[in-house]
């Protein structure tokens, strides 16, 4: 698995490139938040043979409807991120090195892969 920190002003899309490069099955669907939404992504995962479920942005002149209920399954991620911020450490980000904060961040993901293996 690949990771990567970047600024709080870089836009969500340009580490699509980076989630693609992992040799993993291309996805059936793709659920991604509006921060995703670009012809460009649509257009990879189409290709993919896949199924892009994003939000329009406001500012797009022709929005593709969603499948609400494929979108609503997205709330498990951001529930795994919110359990990841419990850990005040990572929430407040009192590393000094984007790399030390990085191995904190792939620390908590393993502590809660750990815990979903034992319930």
């Known amino acids: 698995m690949k990771a990567e920190i970047s600024g ?3 836009s969500d899309y340009k580490g699509f490139d980076l ?3 992992d040799p993993l099955p291309a996805p059936k669907v ?6 995703y939404d670009s012809n460009h992504i649509r257009e990879t995962v189409a290709a993919e043979g ?3 479920v ?3 942005r406001a500012n797009r002149k022709a929005p593709e409807p969603i499948d609400r209920i494929t ?3 997205r709330n498990h991620v951001e529930r795994c ?3 990841m911020k419990c850990s005040r450490r990572l929430a407040t980000r009192y590393d000094k090195t984007a790399a030390s904060y990085l191995g904190f961040v792939q620390l908590v993901a393993a ?3 750990v815990r979903s293996l034992s319930t």
């Not at 793709?30 to 921060?35: L, V, W």
């Open 54 to 56: 994003i939000p329009a």
């Open 8 to 10: 709080g002003e870089v």
């Open 30 to 35: 793709f659920i991604a938040d509006k921060g």
């Open 111 to 113: 502590r809660l892969w």
């Open 50 to 52: 896949g199924t892009s």
């Open 81 to 83: 991120f919110n359990k």
């Open 71 to 73: 979108y609503a399954l």
């Open 19 to 21: 989630l693609r490069c």
